[in-house]
């Protein structure tokens, strides 16, 4: 048996896709478990889709412990139903929750018992992702954290792409979640500095808002593996009218010792925008250490909200107090090696420009090729084009 003293559970949320479903159960069946017996298996599945799902769910041999399957007398939703899976943990020690259109890594079992081990007693810690982002959903551009010594990073969004809840970080949650609907109908405050308005505009559906909306209030972080234990196919369902490769990411396939870091020590923490927060970049350029500052390197960020007298971005400036080069990847170290050039610019929130210089994105693009990238300089091209006609229409 190897050094863990809780095996988490593995609950798979399934609805209305039968070939997604029996993909993840054949990545379950294959992956590794030595060290490790009696893992339970459940598989969840919403009222109301294909009876496909529960013949295969049913058909499925699980030679690793006690499986069962629960079908659900009503249709619970999205939010619903993920928050009946997460809500299992209080039922046992934890809980690995797995959607039907994910992919898991032959070694996501080990990964999930290292990282429950180290972080169990971490009162910051809101849940362990065993997805690796490659890609800022807020953006939609390409994400690359920065490297350090360790085998994860953190940031204060929650992943739906495979994640792991202890039952004392999933009860905080529930308790935290009850109060909020309580005492407001409005449960995300559209005025939070701290949100992404897109996460804002998210329908009402998705649980994720909601949890990082609680990470926010409660200063909670996800830890985040550099190599990813699952993949997500996005296949079409509640979520994708139709299939995505977008968030494919690589899997990791040989077994390793995982080298964790505490939040308290770690230079790598994001914010709920995927921005390295300022604290961590003034760890690494102590030429910003006495400069408060916003982080914006992706000009997502909402300028009506920004309380602090600086920001760091890569939007255009009347005035910049320091500016920096765009040639090293990814892009907080052109930052933190001061790379010369006006790509971003450190400025007073005042003499922030609203909208990102077009030759900016331009020059995004042709270093990512990313497909996100172009839909924001077609926006651009659109907005340049409204405000042209709003002021034909002025004179």
């Not at 649980?207 to 990813?228: A, E, G, L, Q, T």
């Not at 933190?336 to 990102?356: A, H, M, N, R, W």
Request: with cysteine; hydrophobic share 35%; aromatic share 14%.
């Amino acid at each position: 048996m190897r050094d863990c003293k809780i095996q988490p559970t593995i609950v798979v949320a399934a609805y209305n896709r039968p070939l997604s479903l029996n993909r993840l159960l054949d990545s379950l069946s294959k992956a590794s478990f030595k060290g490790y017996s009696n893992i339970k298996l459940i598989i969840s599945i919403d009222y109301g889709g294909s009876s496909h799902v529960a013949k295969i769910a049913q058909e499925f041999i699980w030679e690793y412990g006690e499986k069962e399957v629960v079908l659900q007398s009503i249709n619970l939703g999205l939010k619903k139903h993920i928050i009946y899976c997460g809500s299992i943990s209080q039922q046992c020690e934890a809980v690995i929750v797995l959607e039907d259109d994910l992919f898991v890594s032959p070694e996501f079992y080990n990964y999930s018992c290292q990282a429950l081990s180290f972080y169990k007693d971490d009162n910051r810690i809101g849940g362990i992702s065993l997805y690796s982002y490659l890609y800022n959903e807020y953006a939609q551009q390409r994400f690359i954290p920065i490297n350090d010594e360790f085998d994860n990073y953190f940031i204060q969004s929650a992943t739906s792409w495979g994640q792991m809840w202890t039952k004392r970080q999933w009860k905080d949650f529930l308790e935290w979640f009850a109060n909020e609907e309580c005492e407001s109908k409005q449960l995300i405050s559209a005025n939070n500095l701290l949100i992404p308005d897109q996460v804002l505009c998210w329908p009402e559906k998705s649980w994720k808002k909601y949890f990082i909306k609680y990470m926010v209030d409660k200063d909670k972080f996800f830890v985040v593996p550099r190599k990813s234990l699952t993949t997500n196919f996005s296949d079409a369902g509640e979520n994708y009218a139709y299939s995505t490769f977008r968030l494919q990411v690589p899997l990791q396939v040989l077994p390793q010792q995982y080298k964790f870091s505490l939040l308290s020590e770690s230079t790598v923490i994001y914010d709920s925008y995927f921005e390295l927060t300022s604290d961590c970049i003034k760890g690494l350029n102590s030429n910003l250490a006495g400069i408060n500052f916003t982080t914006d390197l992706y000009g997502t960020k909402n300028l009506d909200k920004i309380s602090t007298e600086y920001l760091l971005t890569i939007r255009d400036t009347r005035k910049a107090s320091l500016s920096y080069g765009f040639s090293l990847v990814p892009p907080e170290l052109n930052i933190i090696f001061e790379q010369p050039g006006s790509f971003y610019t450190l400025c007073k929130v005042g003499d922030c420009l609203k909208e990102i210089e077009f030759k900016k994105v331009k020059q995004y693009a042709a270093t990512t090729s990313d497909i996100g990238t172009k839909k924001l300089i077609s926006l651009i091209v659109y907005n340049t084009a409204r405000r042209f006609l709003d002021l034909l229409k002025t004179n």
